[in-house]
């Protein structure tokens, strides 16, 4: 029996989406517990521990991109401050980019990450990973979604070294969306 050419060998580079606030870094308002790393308009900004590292490991396997639910002002500033030199996403977008839907019980604004607006950009969602530590805002597409617990500026994180050589063994996946992925940290951590 023939097999479908795309599930037996992955074409498409993997698109990865890195969430920023509290996944790869930390902003704060107010006198500064210990020196930034860099200032955005009133923020303080926090890299997590190993940040260049861990974006110059995925940009050798996976094609990295930016989504978060803050400003587009500011995601541009955070994403020029973090980028490693020669790394280029392949999009960085910010609040414009997220679907505005009212929570029916708290009647709260959620902003959602829609992975349907990026597969209309013709990224395959079999090949797309999301990485955010709100995993309500991946909701619509926890297939895709690894979830990281929280950075609030300790020193001493090393989620992320863990997490690049969890996501290098999805690397080769036909189809991210089948595997579970929850658990990728061992218990106690978050
Ligand atoms: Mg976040």
Known sequence: MARDPDLARPSAAMLLILDLDETLIHAAKGPPP??????????????RPHLDAFLTSCAGWAT????????????????????????????????????????????????LKDLAKVRRRGFDLRRTLIVDDTPGKVARHYGNAVY???????????????????????????????????????????
């Open 64 to 111: 990295p991109a930016f989504w978060s639910s803050a400003t587009d002002a500011y995601v541009r500033h955070v994403v020029d401050a973090i980028l490693p030199a020669g790394l280029a996403p392949a999009f960085a977008w910010g609040r414009g980019r997220c679907t505005r839907r009212q929570d029916p019980e708290t009647r709260e604004d959620v902003l």
């Open 148 to 190: 990281v617990p929280p950075y609030f500026g300790d020193p001493d994180d090393d989620v992320l070294p863990r997490l690049a050589d969890y996501l290098a063994t999805l690397r080769d996946a036909a189809d991210v969306r089948v595997l579970e992925k929850r658990g990728w940290l061992p218990a106690g951590r978050g």
């Open 34 to 47: 210990r020196p930034a790393d860099f200032v955005v308009g009133a923020y303080s900004v926090w890299k």
